[in-house]
């Protein structure tokens, strides 16, 4: 009696941890683990052809088809946000100079290129997580932190700040970082919205197709190189990414992608 | 209050309920649909359960009485049928990442809004 | 969990509403129910029967309609896999995990006994709790073992793909025909073929060992079909 109360108080605990963890793997561990537990449950409730079947299939089934549908080892995962020009969607496809990179390095090194768009703030995070391997799409080298390694800059950038009317957000002066997606700014911009924010000089190229009138634009002191991020834990994976992009300058193919990209 | 079966589960329905509304991944609601079934079958079986009864099992001893084997069976199929409509459910996740690139789930709706307009 | 500044709302107002509405069910949830249910008759179906499994006697005998829809339900789940997962995404060959004597040789040991098991569950569905369902999905289990541990082609050439439709449609087939013959001959509700022998042995159970064996081998087929074409489509294992 006192074991059945005791799982049952456990069950609830179990729930809530696997629905919050941060990573998809963690999740479907937690819920293989709940769904033991649940079979014990039904044991001490005395329904073993009920406990027999939900270990046979919630247990072991379901969390193996989960692991299954999930793709992981044997590629490079890539985890970016959205910058016209460097990596973007277009349609079907997806074009930019950092894709072409990306796509150039993943050939050269046998591996299986998979992409992910993550909103911007989050890019970061998920490479120091353990999530994805590269961080694309505008990081900057000034943010990548300790647990990545950012790869040689292949292209200067500058900083802008562009300041929006009636920005009634926080005190604070100085624009924030970009957060979400890029393509919630365009929008913004478009409906002439509120805006506050810090941008990289692709993404201030892109927004200043549409009208910035309304907008205060200053660009911000510094110099900066557009980067990949990649995790410290794939060693290999970043000396072949400087490998390549040694190589890549060397032979003059750099300036031609990124004449195509930017003239 | 007494912590039976039936609390538990009512517990279990309301965090998959916060979990599928509240984590944008698809996998993750995925998995928090599959714990709204789960409790649901949780509380079936525990409607009338005494754990001091036997299992559904007859021996030829004597022994307490049997709990109600009805829920039981029901439940058995519930779970198989709950194993294979996940399946093709993650059939269609997989097919979603693989076109959209994400599983975040609001930018594929956006995505999706996208190209009804264009 | 990610939030971005205008969706800052959502959280508090997800977890009142949740919560009004689990403290509604809370509420009005009636325990007692309609009244103590009736457990002498589920009883008789297993004397009726000769088995001694009385959740396999309900669902196998007197609630066979149940059962049979939910075999169908599985199957056209396993068709739905199979459609979706088509030959275009799939990859040529799968890849491996590398050749790690562990894994061999725990595989060579647990590889027969998950099978056994799986096969035992089935077979000694009605004198103990098992039954088709988890015997099968037992050995669905074992066979993704044997496709980590020995590859998925090498498995996959064993049991060809082709070959395993045609069984699997000819049990759901057999499995309707038996069912329609039980009512065409008139023994109302669905109820066996075989007598009963005696209970506790395993020749009884009337009819419910033929079910059982018919659905365990279909839930065995219908679960390494799925995982397969999931690692096809994976490309690895």
């Known amino acids: 009696m006192i074991g059945l109360t005791i799982l049952l108080v456990l069950l609830p605990v179990l729930a809530a941890a696997a629905l919050t963890q941060r990573r998809r793997s963690s999740a479907i561990i937690a819920m293989g683990l709940f769904s033991f537990t649940l079979a014990g449950t039904y044991f001490l409730l005395q329904a073993p052809d009920v406990a027999i079947t939900e270990s046979a299939i919630g247990a072991a089934l379901v969390t193996s088809i989960y692991v299954l549908a999930i793709r992981k080892t044997g590629r490079i995962t890539v985890v970016a946000s959205e910058a016209p020009g460097l990596l973007q969607r277009e349609a079907d496809r997806i074009t930019g100079l950092e894709w072409e990179i990306l796509e150039r390095v993943a050939r050269t090194a046998g591996l299986d290129l998979s992409l992910n768009f993550a909103p911007n703030e989050d890019v970061i995070d998920a490479v120091r997580r353990g999530d994805a391997d590269v961080a694309a799409g505008g990081v900057l080298s000034a943010d990548c932190g300790d647990g990545i390694l950012g790869t040689g800059p292949h292209l200067p950038t500058a900083r802008y700040a562009v300041r929006g009317p009636r920005w009634a957000g926080p005190s604070d002066p100085r624009a924030g970082p970009l957060r979400g997606y890029f393509s919630d700014i365009v929008e913004t911009v478009r409906s002439r919205g509120p805006l506050c924010v810090v941008l990289d000089l692709a993404r201030f190229l892109a927004l200043s197709r549409y009208d910035l009138s309304a907008y205060d634009v200053e660009q911000l002191e510094g110099s900066h190189g557009y980067t990949f991020g990649v995790s410290a834990a794939r060693e290999d994976l970043h000396r072949h990414f400087a490998e390549e992009l040694a190589r890549m300058r060397e032979s003059g193919e750099l300036d031609r992608m990124i004449a195509r990209y930017f003239p | 209050m007494e912590i039976n079966g039936v609390t538990v589960s009512i517990l279990l329905f309301g965090i998959a309920l916060l979990g599928l509304i509240l984590r944008r991944d698809l996998v993750v609601k995925l998995l928090a649909l599959g714990l ?25 001893p004597s022994g307490p009485e049997i709990v109600d084997p009805l829920p039981h069976a029901m439940v058995l199929s519930a779970i198989v049928i709950n194993f294979a409509i996940l399946a093709l459910a993650l059939v269609f996740v997989m097919l979603l990442v693989e076109r959209y690139h994400t599983t975040d789930s609001q930018r594929i709706e956006r995505e999706t809004s996208e190209e009804e307009r264009s | ?127 103990s709790p098992g039954g088709g369902f988890s015997g099968g999905a037992a ?28 069984v699997e449609w000819a049990i759901l087939l057999c499995v309707f025909f038996l069912a329609g013959i039980s009512a065409a001959l008139g023994r109302t509700p669905l109820t066996d073929l075989l007598p009963p022998g005696t209970p506790g042995r395993l020749a009884s159970g009337g009819s419910i060992l033929l079910y059982n064996i018919l659905i365990g081998a279909k839930v065995f087929i219908g679960t390494w079909v799925m995982i397969h074409h999931f690692i096809q489509h994976r490309g690895e294992i």
Request: aromatic residues 8%; proline residues 4%; charged residues 15%.
């Open chain 2, 36 to 60: 709204i079934n789960s409790s649901t079958i949780l509380c079936l079986v525990s409607l009338h359960a005494r754990p001091d009864g036997a299992a559904p099992i007859l021996q030829t």
């Open chain 3, 1 to 127: 969990m990610t939030r971005s500044a205008s969706r800052i709302r959502l959280l508090p107002a997800a977890i009142l509403l949740v919560g009004a509405f689990c403290a509604a069910l809370w509420l009005t949830f009636d325990y007692a129910g309609p009244g103590e249910p009736d457990i002498a008759r589920w009883i008789d179906t297993a004397h009726t029967t000769g088995s001694i499994n009385v959740v396999s006697a309900i669902y196998l005998n007197a609630r066979l309609f149940d059962t049979l829809l939910e075999v169908l339900v599985f199957s056209v789940a396993v068709l739905g896999v199979r459609f979706y997962l088509d030959e275009r995404g799939r990859r040529e060959s799968v890849e491996s995990i590398p050749e790690s004597h562990v894994l061999r040789l725990s595989s060579d040991l647990l590889l027969p006994l998950i099978l056994l098991l799986g096969i035992y569950l089935t077979v000694y569905g009605h004198l």
């Open chain 3, 139 to 166: 050995a669905g289990t074992g066979l993704l073992l044997a496709a980590i541990a020995l590859g998925a082609d090498s498995v996959a050439q064993r049991f060809h793909e082709s070959i395993l439709e045609r």
